[in-house]
Nanobody, 127 residues
Framework: EVQLVESGGGSVQTGGSLRLSCATSNYVQSRYCMAWFRQVPGKSREGVAAMFRDGNTNYLDSVKGRFTISQDTVKNTLDLQMNNLERDDTAVYYC?????????????????????WGQGTQVTVSS
């Protein structure tokens, strides 16, 4: 069973920072593609940040330069550091994962690429 447990959401003012964490297992972290998504009520879920197997990263254009995705291989977490938050960043943030086939580079922000999802954590940014 794949477990993805998000934490770190909350309420901040514009310009503030939050750090989200997705706790998982060493097995998932080493064998699965992983990414962060977000969703606003009434809108489609969108990819925010993803990691390639070689450590490179992929970001939604609107968060480039403000968000940083990283993996902690000691804690077995996928983290998302969010700085200079804007009101449009308000959403439920989800951790996502799917098994990486042999040779796959990962890094996709396509929601249909992932089948395992966490329960989500709310991020609210107010002015």
């Amino acid at each position: 069973e794949v477990q993805l447990v998000e934490s770190g959401g909350g309420s901040v003012q514009t310009g503030g920072s939050l750090r989200l964490s997705c706790a998982t297992s060493n097995y998932v972290q080493s064998r699965y593609c992983m990414a962060w998504f977000r969703q606003v009520p009434g809108k489609s879920r969108e990819g925010v940040a993803a990691m390639f197997r070689d450590g490179n990263t992929n970001y939604l254009d609107s968060v480039k330069g403000r968000f940083t995705i990283s993996q902690d291989t000691v804690k077995n977490t996928l983290d998302l550091q969010m700085n200079n938050l804007e009101r449009d960043d308000t959403a439920v943030y989800y951790c996502a994962a799917d098994y990486a086939v042999s040779g796959e580079s990962c890094g996709s922000l396509d929601v249909f690429r992932y089948v395992e999802w966490g329960q989500g954590t709310q991020v609210t940014v107010s002015s």
